[in-house]
């Protein structure tokens, strides 16, 4: 159910500069999908862990081609074989920061700052959609991507160009805090030559009030914002009813949230409380 609401086979479709990138292939996308699978299996079911481990969790599980993509050591028999690590606490923290997602969420040979920025905004905190560019943009858009600029620089741009940043402020930010991540998901202090500064404002984005020196950061307040739980509980319901068309901002979900109890939250709960909500019972459409 979580693995579809956050499109994480996306990876398997996702292509990479061969040049650039020799050691990405089917193998490597079908590790990097096992490996948020188990993930998401470990903290949910297995461990019954409160749904923010999802985020903060500094367990993954690895086999040979992770291991050296995170550069940790592999201690498996065999170079198939998926081993449970811990990744250092500076560079990763849970779902949002695995191989597989900063792969599916990049292009060809750089990475997406714009596809990036809306996954956390859309899938991870159900914050309201922002709408498509309009139609006579495509091609400014298209000679902006061609253009011979890092995606920070991309950003900015649009960060001072109408009306492309009305909308751009509301998720490039999210986007630039996971600029440390490469292509495929490759940890990284710099991008040709110049360091990374993933540093970013969040203030007024959902219920962000601050700013975040990186995705780990970034990632541990999503962890403990009412946006995230709710985000997972829509998503739990849209599964169970098939209706896509409903938001966290929904008057049945928004009791749900409401009538659970304080602290932290289990997947199991939620899916107790989605079960009890009443929104089964409700026509779909």
């Known amino acids: ?8 086979s996306n990876v398997f479709g996702s292509s990479k500069d061969p040049t650039a990138f020799p050691q990405f292939n089917p193998q490597l996308t079908a590790s990097m999908y096992r490996e948020t699978q188990l993930f998401v299996d470990d903290v949910l079911w297995q461990r019954g862990a409160p749904i923010s481990e999802l985020l903060t969790s ?14 940790v050591p592999y201690t498996g028999t065999a170079a198939g074989e998926f081993v449970k690590v811990s990744l250092p606490a500076e560079q990763r923290s849970g ?9 599916a969420l990049s292009r060809t040979d750089q990475t ?7 996954f956390v905004r859309g899938a991870l905190l159900c914050l309201p959609k922002i709408p498509a560019p309009p139609a006579n943009l495509a091609g400014a858009i298209e000679a902006q991507l061609k253009a011979d600029m890092t995606e920070k620089e991309r950003a900015e741009y649009r960060g001072k160009t109408d009306p492309c940043s009305g909308c751009h402020r509301n998720f490039d ?3 630039l805090l996971l600029e440390a991540y ?4 490759r940890y990284r202090t710099e991008i040709k030559g110049v360091a990374v500064d993933s540093s970013m404002d969040l203030n007024g984005l959902g219920s962000f009030k601050d700013t975040y020196s990186g995705a780990t950061q970034m990632a541990e307040a999503a962890a403990s914002s009412p946006e995230f739980s709710a985000c997972i509980a829509r998503n739990l319901a849209t599964y169970a009813t ?3 068309s409903l938001t966290t901002g929904a008057c049945q979900l928004q009791k749900l949230t409401a009538e659970l109890p304080p602290g932290e939250h289990s997947f199991g709960q939620l899916v107790t ?5 009443g929104l089964l019972s409700l026509p779909i459409g």
Do not use: C, E, H, N
């Not at 159910?1 to 994480?8: E, K, P």
């Not at 490469?182 to 998901?185: H, T």
């Open 1 to 8: 159910t979580m693995l579809a609401a956050w499109r994480v």
């Open 182 to 185: 490469d292509p495929i998901g």
């Open 58 to 71: 500094r367990d993954t599980f690895v086999d040979q081609s992770l291991a050296t993509l995170y550069g």
């Open 273 to 277: 409380a989605v079960a009890k909500s």
């Open 95 to 103: 779902l949002l920061t695995q191989a597989s997602l900063m792969s």
């Open 173 to 175: 930010p999210f986007g």
């Open 112 to 118: 997406s700052v714009v596809a990036r920025g809306l």
């Open 242 to 244: 098939s209706d896509d």
